[in-house]
Nanobody, 119 residues
Framework: QVRLVESGGGLVQAGGSLRPSCAAS????????MGWFRQAPGKERDFVAT????????YYTDSVKGRFTISRDNAKNTVYLQMNSLKPEDAAVYYC????????????WGQGTQITVSS
């Protein structure tokens, strides 16, 4: 079991930056592949980015490539999402999630953090 708690959301102007984080507790954090997802009002939850156990492998959805960076600090049990050049369409509730392997789905989810981008 792992418990995930996001923080660092807020309101930012278009073109600005935010860095939400997700703190994990419970089982060894480095045992999990971590991901960020987002859900805008009236839309499905969409994949944003993922990072492997060591942090050496990352993958992004096309719409955020070059603007967002996922990273992790296993010593601090935390995963981050550096968000630059934010656009109004990036506004959503952002969730972090964890899974033990690529052959499994994301089993653990945080409660989400709201990110609002004003134009």
């Amino acid at each position: 079991q792992v418990r995930l708690v996001e923080s660092g959301g807020g309101l930012v102007q278009a073109g600005g930056s935010l860095r939400p984080s997700c703190a994990a507790s419970g089982r060894t954090f480095s045992s999990y592949i971590m991901g960020w997802f987002r859900q805008a009002p009236g839309k499905e939850r969409d994949f944003v980015a993922t990072i492997n156990w060591s942090g050496g492998n990352t993958y992004y959805t096309d719409s955020v490539k070059g603007r967002f960076t996922i990273s992790r600090d296993n010593a601090k049990n935390t995963v981050y999402l550096q968000m630059n050049s934010l656009k109004p369409e990036d506004a959503a509730v952002y969730y972090c999630a964890a899974r033990v392997d690529y052959s499994y789905g994301y089993n653990y989810w945080g409660q989400g953090t709201q990110i609002t981008v004003s134009s």
